[in-house]
T-cell receptor
Framework: RKEVEQDPGPFNVPEGATVAFNCTYS??????FFWYRQDCRKEPKLLMS???SGNEDGRFTAQLNRASQYISLLIRDSKLSDSATYLC??????FGTGTRLQVTL | NAGVTQTPKFQVLKTGQSMTLQCAQD?????MYWYRQDPGMGLRLIYY???????DKGEVPNGYNVSRLNKREFSLRLESAAPSQTSVYFC????????????FGQGTRLTVV
């Protein structure tokens, strides 16, 4: 089993929609979690850290479920500019394969 | 502020040739990493250096060597390139290995023919 697994998508959603991604991890001892965003042919950039209590940054909400060993990212009111690949990261260094999001008019 | 700088940005090699990818960061970070990214595979860790003077294997180290030249620089060497090493290579750095945000270079697109 891979250490980090993500649904590759693509997720095609209309502008204004709410979309959620999950990422499961296998190492129960993992302590640090992040979501990164990667635009086509660009380097990944940090979107947000994931805290045990959950955290929100504008339209983005990240949550951690230790019991079921997954993290989630919720994007509300999707914008065209949200179109990208979203990568979850476990233990700070292990990346998932990424979930591609395409927001359309 | 340059952040993480990788060179070269593009490279074509013939099978069996060798080359070194260079990476430098100006953020005074302790930890540095080399990843490769292939379609459908995500980013896979090749080698990392938690701090100056140390290096460790990641998920896919075979066919590669690294050198942490000093705190700023971390190079990746392909001794005998193979077509399976065709990929996009990213260097990254972070203040504290595994716990803080990683900053990435712009990537090196390597083709081995």
């Amino acid at each position: 089993r891979k250490e980090v697994e993500q649904d590759p998508g693509p997720f095609n959603v209309p502008e204004g929609a709410t979309v959620a991604f999950n990422c499961t991890y296998s190492n129960s001892a993992s302590q640090s979690f992040f979501w990164y965003r990667q635009d086509c042919r660009k380097e990944p950039k940090l979107l947000m850290s994931v805290y045990s209590s959950g955290n929100e940054d504008g339209r983005f909400t990240a949550q951690l479920n230790r019991a079921s060993q997954y993290i989630s990212l919720l994007i509300r009111d999707s914008k065209l500019s949200d179109s990208a690949t979203y990568l979850c990261v476990v233990r700070g260094v292990t990346f998932g394969t990424g979930t591609r999001l395409q927001v359309t008019l | 502020n340059a952040g993480v700088t990788q060179t070269p940005k593009f490279q074509v090699l013939k099978t069996g040739q060798s080359m070194t990818l260079q990476c430098a960061q100006d953020m005074n970070h302790n930890s540095m990493y080399w990843y490769r990214q292939d379609p459908g595979m995500g980013l896979r860790l090749i080698y990392y250096s938690a701090s100056e003077g140390t290096t460790d294997k990641g998920e896919v180290p075979n066919g590669y060597n690294v050198s942490r030249l000093n705190k700023r620089e971390f190079s990746l060497r392909l001794e005998s390139a193979a077509p399976s090493q065709t990929s996009v290579y990213f260097c990254a750095s972070s203040e504290l290995e595994g716990w803080t945000e990683a900053f990435f270079g712009q990537g090196t697109r390597l083709t081995v023919v």
